[in-house]
């Protein structure tokens, strides 16, 4: 089963980029919690993977900013 849980649209206005997230307003707390964790938890490992760096350190180092 396939079901939209949100929706992220990127705008770049003179060179800032926004964004905008849209929440399905039928979505459950912990289905847009998952969502969420699961996608940082997949930028994070593509992160650390192209920096040659373990998880860990990219965790550290997206704390930091």
Avoid at 32 to 42: A, G, K, N, P
């Amino acid at each position: 089963m396939e079901q939209e849980i949100i929706t992220v649209k990127v705008t770049n206005i003179n060179n800032d980029e926004q964004f905008n997230i849209h929440i399905n307003g039928k979505a459950k707390q912990n289905e847009v919690e998952f969502v969420l964790v699961r996608s940082m938890y997949m930028l994070l490992t593509h992160y650390a993977k192209t920096n040659h760096i373990l998880f860990g350190k990219a965790l550290h180092e997206y704390g930091e900013q």
